[in-house]
């Protein structure tokens, strides 16, 4: 283990020179222009797997994003960890919101500024290079294959259709992956359990064109204020989601649980500092750490319609939209969910406008057991460098390919994340702790160690 910690020290500055220049590959796989940028991303990560010491890496073309996938097979004898991570990012908007170029990282404040110095480059980045260090050191305890793609932010589609291809490829015994967050930086949490996820995107239409708000105004329905009118509706004045049917697959979770589940670390006072905000709000009956561990939401991602440019136009818009989003918890099906939200709002919908829902993406929830082997290994490793045994906490967000793993490869993953709340993923000014980046780079390779120990 001294020999791979020590090679870690010793090629850091490199590590995090390698990490850059993947993060200044604008890889948005949301945005069509940056096509060439995915391709691009997924080249370097192949190149990188293959610099690292695997036997092999190929990249896989798919409808959407190509999907990068390499081995290192020391002996078929000993277990397989399958490493995920993605090389896609979210938009940088609204760009005049950041304080550095989203695409040139900056290390300020013992920190990396960039879209995708936490999410997810930079934790993935972390197992690149563990990996390197134990092939480079004759220290690796097991089998390990990458498995790097570039849909994770819209919804994984394709890399769920190559997992059903390629259950032989990816066979292994555990999925080992970093793309969630600590409670803290002196305080560090394994992620036993993510919320489902379904995706909508709806358009309003009301009179054929644009009108007049003069001369139509009052006489016809404005399709923004009928939007507006129907998402109102969608929860009520106990933070309760009106859907038929939404709550009935909803699991339950015990009142000892629930106990254990808060006694984790939170202030809610550094809680409301630290998003800009007087006063919480959620579900009536669950504390916030349950409304966004063991509880369902639901939450319009962006809205528009109408005239929105500098000025005044007064306009009777002939269209509305929104993006709408829930998170799920175990036991709701993310299909069912979605279609019981389109025959509701479609139903509730005035005959004065026309409303058309349509399912953007989704996932299955998960959780992971704190019994098995990889959870143990996981816990044993950050004890090691942290000098504290891990919190067990439930994620509000979401990873849909995770619960697609369990069921298309049959294998358990364990979510040994390292990013920071305050990391601003899918924000403006996102960053990553140097010091983060680097125990990430330490814990790896004794979850290997470990891993290996424990199931011999």
């Known amino acids: 283990m001294e020999k791979a910690l020590n090679f870690i020290e010793e090629n850091k500055d490199r590590f995090l020179e390698e990490l850059f220049d993947l993060i200044r590959i604008p890889s948005i796989s949301s945005e069509k222009e940056h096509k060439g940028d995915m391709i691009k991303a997924a080249e370097y990560w192949k190149e990188a797997i293959l610099k690292a010491g695997a036997d092999k890496a190929e990249i896989y073309e798919t409808e959407g994003n190509p999907i990068v996938y390499g081995e290192k097979m020391i002996d078929p004898s000993l277990p397989t960890v399958i490493v995920y991570g993605h090389y896609d990012v979210m938009p940088v908007d609204p760009v005049d919101l950041w304080n550095t170029e989203p695409f040139e990282p900056v290390i300020k404040d013992g920190k990396i500024w960039a879209r995708g110095a936490d999410d997810d480059k930079g934790q993935a980045w972390m197992h690149a290079k563990a990996f390197e260090a134990m092939v480079k050191t004759d220290t690796l305890p097991c089998n390990v294959k990458f498995m790097v793609e570039g849909e994770e932010e819209i919804g994984s589609a394709n890399l769920a259709k190559f997992c059903a291809k390629n259950k032989d490829l990816l066979s292994g015994d555990i999925i080992l992956v970093s793309d969630t967050s600590m409670l ?3 305080m560090p949490s394994i992620t036993t359990g993510l919320r489902g996820l379904s995706y909508w995107e709806v358009e309003v239409t009301g009179p054929n064109r644009d009108l007049h708000s003069g001369l139509f105004g009052g006489a016809v329905a404005n399709p923004i204020n009928v939007l507006s009118d129907l998402i109102a509706q969608m929860v009520d004045e106990n933070g309760h989601v009106t ?9 339950e ?46 939450d319009v991602c962006g809205i528009w319609g109408g005239y929105t440019g500098e000025g005044a136009k007064t306009v009777l818009p002939s269209k509305a939209h929104a993006k709408i989003s829930s998170r799920l918890v175990p036991h709701q099906d993310n299909e069912k969910i979605a279609q019981l939200f389109k025959e509701h709002f479609e139903k509730i919908a005035p005959p004065s406008v026309k409303v058309d829902v349509k399912v953007l993406h989704g996932g299955q929830p998960y959780v992971c057991p704190i019994d098995i082997p990889a959870y143990k290994a996981a816990e044993k490793a950050y004890q090691d460098v ?23 490869l049959g294998i358990k993953s364990v979510l040994m994340g390292f990013g920071l709340e305050d990391d601003a993923i899918h924000s403006p000014n996102e960053n990553y702790p140097l010091e983060q980046f680097y125990n990430g780079m330490r814990t790896i390779p004794r979850f290997y160690k470990y891993y290996a120990e424990l199931m011999k």
């Open 184 to 186: 803290g930086p002196k």
């Open 243 to 251: 859907i038929p049917g939404f709550y009935d697959d909803v699991q």
């Open 253 to 298: 979770v015990s009142d000892k649980e629930r106990e254990l589940l808060n006694k984790a670390p939170f202030d809610e006072d550094v809680y409301k500092k630290a998003i800009g905000v007087k006063e919480l709000w959620g579900e009536k009956g669950f504390t916030t750490l349950e409304r966004t561990g063991i509880r369902c939401s639901f």
């Open 386 to 408: 942290y000098n504290i045994q891990p919190v067990p906490v439930r994620s509000g967000g979401s990873i849909p390919i995770i619960s697609t793993f369990e069921t298309e």
